[in-house]
DNA sequence: TGAATACGTTATGTATACAATAGCGGAGGC
DNA sequence: GCCTCCGCTATTGTATACATAACGTATTCA
């Protein structure tokens, strides 16, 4: 190569694949459109090999789709795909949730659970929830919910989860985002930490079912407000995420 | 190209994938053992593009761990593992179940589903089965499996369990091979269709709860046998997919 | 005027050449 | 004699050239 400046911190592909990533879910690339690897090797700067190395991975990824003809496009979601897949989520960390309670979690283990529910109590203290609170929410939610993972001690249930997490409305970060569109977003943030509460005790009992059914109602509490979410379409923006659903009729 | 013989029926990169998982599943290739790039373009015949774009799809499919100085090596699973694949796989399907009683399913999409249940019934009245009749078990069960799926209608779902699937000791036909390994095997398969049953007609009553519950159970049991068919290893060669389980202590 | 076919262009699939890195082995010094 | 460092080799990562297939357009025939 000449002229073509190459960054050698990152492996190209992987270059590629985050480019093409928030190519995607900022919706420069609309669901649907093909992607075209001459037009992805110009933005990412990558060159065909790896850039079609990162095709691969997003298609397993989930947000592209092979054309039977050749080449791939950008998935395109229903809003059903995007409550399904909450649900989805929402029984494996049920599973989860039974496992670490099942198997037996030491009190060493719960303490990163602990520290994060009262950080997030912390937060909800607040009322209104300021911006900042609110991002910093986001990264607890989140983290809470890997922790949880975590504590099944099972790598093919946590490789299966992170898939599931793959599609950003799937994501806890994402749904909650979703939420907070709502005007009663607080107080559906209040419920969640009770829910978070719940499992964490669950779970120091060894009440394997009852770990499980309050994941479950956890994720059945966000379909429902994200169907909420998407009536008032008013803070649509909050979720860059929706980029992926189908405009065309569903 | 000047010598090599290309088969061109199909892509280079499926004629690949293909022959490397034979490889994986059938033990020439050893859980741990790393893939050299070069040795898999001389046993496939493919060349190194379409190869890594094999080992990509093999990875993300879960027979392939990716080394992180580079490369990719065949991933070895524990006991619990494929234990715990088993019972996710169970999980997803119940979820299947459940969207399905719950969603409605007319009589005419029952249908293929009661005509397998009959042609399973058919082959069980043998006693002792014989060996094409557990065959054509093996096939038709898994053709149960798959069709209930996707009587869940949801996408997402489908795929996710599919993946989960992937890994051959997690699909429904590697786990009724391994118990095949057991003395009870008939009853077992008795056992099982008697699941079958209950959950079309829970399907059909709209019980969706019902529904999920007995095919976690199907899971459970077959978790259960599989359990007990690993204790005595007699039969081992009927499943090739057990060259995936760790050697080294667990 | 419309439809069908043929040709050209463009994009993907495949192969291979080149570059860089990591691992291994040998040699030299402490 | 052992440890360390340097260099070589083997393997992966990247780039690009070539082949092939698909799609669109234009022209011709009915």
């Known amino acids: 190569m000449a002229e073509r ?44 090999t790896p850039v079609r190395m990162a095709l691969v991975r997003l298609e397993e990824e989930g947000l592209l789709e092979a054309i039977p003809s050749g080449g791939f496009m950008v998935k395109a979601f229903s809003e059903r795909d995007i409550s399904d897949s909450i649900e989805l989520r929402g029984t494996l960390e049920g599973l989860a949730a039974r496992f670490a309670a099942e198997r037996g979690v030491s009190a ?13 109590d912390e937060l909800l203290r607040q009322v209104p929830i300021s911006i900042e609170a609110f991002s910093s929410y986001v990264t607890l939610n989140a983290r809470f919910h890997a922790l949880l993972t975590e504590l099944s001690r099972s790598p093919p249930l946590i490789r299966q989860i992170d ?23 607080q107080q559906i943030l209040i419920i969640g930490q009770e829910h978070h509460r719940v499992v964490i005790d669950a779970i120091e009992n060894r009440e394997g079912a009852r770990a ?7 994720a059945r509490l966000a379909v429902r407000n994200l169907r909420l979410a998407l009536r008032n379409r008013t803070h649509l923006d909050l979720l860059p995420a929706l980029a992926l659903i189908k405009t065309t009729t569903d």
């Open 5 to 48: 400046e190459v960054d050698r911190s990152v492996s190209q592909t992987v270059k590629a694949q985050l480019a093409l990533r928030d190519q995607i879910l900022s919706g420069s690339l609309r669901p649907g459109e093909r992607i075209s690897e001459l037009q992805a090797v110009e933005t990412t700067g990558a060159s065909r």
């Open 108 to 120: 060493r283990e719960l303490e990163p659970l602990k520290e994060c529910l009262a950080a997030i």
């Open 163 to 185: 898939r599931a997490s793959a599609l950003p409305f799937a994501s806890p970060s994402g749904f909650v985002m979703a939420q907070s569109a709502l005007p009663e977003a």
């Open 212 to 218: 499980e059914a309050v994941m479950r109602e956890h």
